[in-house]
């Protein structure tokens, strides 16, 4: 999908969530089988994914793909290579057209996928050239039918690959310094930066270094490419927290120590999907120079003790939850690092937005610009134009963001009008209202084939009526919408002001395409003190095509019924409301 992966599907043990909030709703294990935990239970494999691993976790398919795939075509490939190991490389087949949602739970993978591809660009930290950015534009539109999104995990992904032309394309990307490698699969996925890493002026550490170190040693390590699900990382030196560091299974967040100076805070086993779990502290402090070091530990952590039996187990917050921070840091300390860490603070609330939309100065002097397309789609010939632009403004870098939007770096001031007009005439806001700027959608039934429902255009048609029916009013902040088109999560629906969850619904008696809604979830902000979860309210289900009638009705209600005085968010006041005010 084009936010993250989400290769299987998680069983959804809690369907109706309660109304209250909540901050985990993974539950540690009761089973007595073993849960394929190498380092207890023994490196056997207990299932088909664990077994096919062992054979091949995925690094050695490049040379079939590049020498025998690619030359002989899509009905070449061994189907476990077509549906394991090419993902190691950042590729999935795509959904065939036509096939509608009510199918995607009863039809097998091959009857589902098409003969093309996704694929997933990897660009660690967010860091782009205009240089990258134009060579990523032209294979977009000579390879991909101009496709192009902006995902949540600043990737870009592209469509419509076919398998003839990946050596090709890998060898455009590699010539400019990016790549595929591990972008997918049960590997160690991008690692999040904050997309103003080096030049914020209010910026606590640079994390840049500690990003080409992580990277530049552990991506494509055959010790680490056999992981029992997807690891994911976030780093940030930023004091708004920018990396949505509570649901990454490890995260760095900069915070400055009282006796040891400017380092990082630890974050561990956080995740999504149908079995939601806000990471955890640890509680340590870790300078910049043992950061790889411990990052390496928790992947070790995660490769030898992780849940292999089961995939809808295999992530690292169950392991968490089964363990507790205490062992958790325990282990890592002991077995994994050699030494102790030495207690940590908390890093304060953040005081600014994370997304970096809107015009704001450098530590030089220079200007950054955040922009944002409607939810994340932007095309090859789009990105084009936004290197020219970049470029004839005086600038030859920008970052993409975990929020899918674009930050273009070193902006002199007596071009920052001229560079915002320009951005705008492409479909990127610099000041966009706080509908389009807090909407994201996943990928959906256009390409996905877990999706039960279409996203991006729903959504995207909803943004455009809501800034029409809600330009009047006064809101209080941005309202996050994120629009899923299955149970999985990549839109972060548990965290969002309004989270859609794409299923099929029942109303006035028809099943017809539509989403289950959570509300009032969030991550740390400048408005929230702490991340939790959304509430879901039983039996609150929209119509695809009513996202714009139930925001409009919600967010008008939310307005009337507020606590001003008291700068009640959404969140606050969707937590407190009755049902009858949330319908």
């Keep these: 999908m084009t936010l993250s992966d989400t290769e299987t599907r998680e069983a959804d043990a809690r369907p109706e969530a309660s109304a209250r909030p909540e901050t985990s709703r993974v539950r540690p294990s009761r089973s007595t089988k073993p849960n394929g935990q190498w380092k207890v239970d023994g490196t056997a494999p207990l299932n088909g994914n664990e077994e096919w691993k062992q054979v091949d976790d995925g690094l050695s398919v490049r040379g079939r793909i590049e020498e025998v795939y690619s030359k002989g075509g899509f009905a070449s490939i061994d189907p476990t290579d077509l549906h394991g190991r090419f993902r190691v490389w950042g590729l999935y087949t795509q959904r065939k057209p036509g096939i509608d949602g009510g199918r995607t739970a009863t039809l097998e993978p091959h009857e589902l996928e098409d003969e093309y591809f996704m694929l997933r660009v990897r660009i660690d930290g967010g860091q782009l050239t205009t240089e990258q950015l134009r060579v990523i534009a032209g294979i977009s539109t000579e390879f991909g039918r101009d496709t192009a999104d902006l995902t949540d995990r600043q990737n870009i992904q592209l469509h419509w690959i076919r398998v003839e032309d990946i050596p090709e394309i890998w ?18 996925r991008v690692v999040l930066g904050s997309p103003v890493a080096g030049i914020a002026a209010d910026e606590l550490i640079d994390p840049t270094p500690q990003i080409d170190e992580i990277t530049s040693r552990f991506i494509g390590d055959p010790s680490l490419a056999n992981l029992p699900r ?32 400017i380092g990082y805070d630890l974050w561990v086993g956080g995740g999504l999907s149908t079995a939601p779990r806000l990471a955890e502290r ?20 995660f490769r030898d003790y992780g849940f292999r039996r089961l995939r809808n187990r295999a992530r690292l917050k169950f392991l968490l939850a089964e363990w507790g921070t205490e062992k958790f840091r325990e282990v890592l300390e002991t077995e994994y690092l050699g030494h102790a860490l030495p207690d940590g603070p908390a890093a ?13 100065r450098q530590k030089d002097g220079r200007f950054y610009v955040g922009v944002t397309p409607i939810v994340g789609r932007v095309s090859g010939p789009t990105l084009a134009e936004v290197a020219d632009v970049i470029e004839a403004h005086g600038s030859a870098r920008l970052r993409t963001t975990p929020h899918q939007k674009l930050v273009v770096l070193d902006v002199p001031e007596d071009r920052v009008d001229s560079l915002v007009a320009a951005l705008d005439a492409l479909g990127l806001q610099a000041r966009p209202s706080l509908i389009r700027r807090g909407t994201i959608a996943c990928t959906g039934i256009e390409f996905c084939k877990l999706a039960i429902v279409e996203t991006k255009a729903y959504a995207t048609a909803a943004v455009l009526e809501l800034e029409d029916r809600l330009a009047g009013l006064d809101l209080p902040h941005p309202i996050s919408l994120h629009v899923n088109g299955c149970p999985n999560s990549c839109a972060r629906i548990q965290t969002a002001d309004i989270g859609l969850k794409g299923q099929l619904v029942t109303i006035d008696g028809e099943q017809v395409p539509g989403y289950q809604v959570h509300l009032g979830g969030g991550l740390a902000s400048q408005d929230r003190d702490e991340a939790g979860l959304g509430r879901t309210v039983r039996g609150l289900k929209v119509a695809a095509d009513g996202i714009a009638d139930y925001a409009e009705r919600v967010v008008t209600r939310f307005l009337a019924d507020r606590d001003a005085a008291a700068d009640e968010t959404f969140a606050q006041w969707a937590h407190r409301a009755d049902e009858e005010a949330l319908q």
């Design 171 to 188: 060898r455009r990307l590699e010539a400019v310094g990016l790549q595929t490698t591990e972008a997918c699969g049960d590997v160690p």
């Design 348 to 360: 304060p609330t953040p005081s600014t937005p994370g997304d970096h939309v809107g015009v704001h």
């Design 282 to 301: 640890l509680g340590v402090f870790v300078t910049p120079e043992q950061t790889a070091e411990v990052w390496h530990g928790v992947a070790q952590i």
């Design 230 to 261: 997807k690891f994911k990382s976030a780093i940030t030196g930023h004091p708004s927290q920018d990396v949505v560091h509570e649901i990454n299974d490890v995260a760095f967040v900069a915070v400055e120590h009282p006796t040891l100076g």
